[in-house]
């Protein structure tokens, strides 16, 4: 099991940039694909991007591609999204979340969670 903590959510302007951060502790860290997720009141939670436990494989929903970026920091045991051009519609609850598999963007083959970070975004 991973334990998972999320960091770095705030209220920003449309254009702005911001990093979230997620960091993980738990034997199972080290193989782990680490995703982040999205969620708004009534909405499904969405994969947004996700990261290879060596850093060599990345995914992206299309909605966020070429603005969002996944990196790992294996030292740090923490993994980022750095999210540029941001926009109202990016406003949700951000969860970084950990699977077994090498990579996914399949929500339910994460199997560990955060808590979540509130993102906003205004216009």
């Known amino acids: 099991q991973v334990r998972l903590v999320e960091s ?20 199972a860290f080290s193989r782990a694909c680490l995703g982040w997720f999205r969620q708004t009141p009534g909405k499904e939670r969405e994969f947004v991007a996700a990261v290879s436990w060596d850093g060599g494989s990345t995914y992206y929903a299309d909605s966020v591609k070429g603005r969002f970026t996944i990196a790992g920091d294996n030292a740090k045991s923490t993994v980022y999204l750095q999210m540029n051009s941001l926009k109202p519609e990016d406003s949700a609850v951000y969860y970084c979340a950990a699977a077994t598999t090498y990579i996914t963007a399949m929500k339910t083959d994460f199997g560990s969670w955060g808590q979540g970070t509130q993102v906003t975004v205004s216009s």
Not at 8 to 27: H, K, M, W, Y
């Open 8 to 27: 770095g959510g705030g209220l920003v302007q449309a254009g702005d940039s911001l990093r979230l951060s997620c960091t993980a502790s738990g034997r």
